[in-house]
């Protein structure tokens, strides 16, 4: 099975601070993708990476980056937490190819107080 | 730009009762589609997924989705609920021949009734 990690489930940080969400996958995918999810909105794709040091912008960026030195790990990086990015977070990964799924983590829930 | 409605973002159904959770697509190229289901305090997980053949796909636990291509359907059902799947489905789209995003309806949550 498929096996994507996320190294938090639940995480407090104060605004301002740096947070650091990671996420591990174990099935050599090459694609990645960073989430936020709230209620009524759905999930919205922060980030996303097709290959080891290589990213691109989703639909919501701002206030955000993204890290991917290692083929299984993608991290998410909140630059200087503010409270609006109290959701929770979403990894996953995906093998290429447009008919594959995503694969995702049990999720981070993040409140910035 | 491709988008996913999903009808309803509630839908309470009594236990052993049929249920349909509805997804509409809009794309001008054609499409996979999916529906994930989400468990409480848990991520997404793939329940079933439509890329060729026969419109009609099914899960292991009961549920199965028809591709209506006239429509821009891809609706969910169920014939026979039970207490546990109580959840939140997602229904997502993702274009053929585009390698890149999955675009994710705003989910509906599916309440069983006792």
């Known amino acids: 099975d498929v096996k994507v990690t996320q190294s938090s489930r639940y995480l407090v940080k104060r605004t301002g601070e740096k947070v650091f969400l990671e996420c591990v996958q174990d099935m050599d995918h090459e694609n990645m993708f960073w989430y936020r999810q709230d209620p009524g909105l759905g999930l919205r794709l922060i980030y996303f990476s097709y290959d080891v040091k290589m990213k691109e912008k989703g639909d919501i960026p701002e206030g955000y980056s993204v890290s991917r030195e290692k083929k299984e790990r993608f991290s998410l990086i909140l630059e200087s937490a503010s409270t609006n990015q109290t959701s929770m977070y979403l990894c996953a990964s995906a093998h290429q190819g447009d008919n594959q799924p995503q694969h995702f983590g049990d999720g981070t829930r993040l409140s910035i107080l | 730009a491709q988008s996913v409605t999903q009808l309803d973002s509630q839908v309470p159904v009594f236990e052993e009762a049929p249920v349909e959770l509805r997804c509409n697509y809009s794309s001008s190229v054609s499409v996979y589609l999916f529906w994930y289901v989400q468990y409480p305090n848990q991520g997404l997980q793939l329940l079933l997924k439509?890329?060729?053949?026969?419109?009609l796909v099914e899960s292991i636990n009961g549920f199965e989705a028809e591709f209506n291509k006239s429509q821009t359907s891809f609706h969910l059902r169920k014939p026979s609920v039970h207490i546990s799947d109580t959840a939140e489905y997602f229904c997502?789209?993702?274009?053929?021949?585009?390698?890149?995003?999955?675009?994710f309806g705003k989910g509906t949550r599916l309440h069983i009734l006792p």
């Open positions: 997502a789209v993702r274009l053929r021949n585009r390698d890149d995003k999955i675009i």
């Open positions: 439509y890329l060729s053949g026969s419109t």
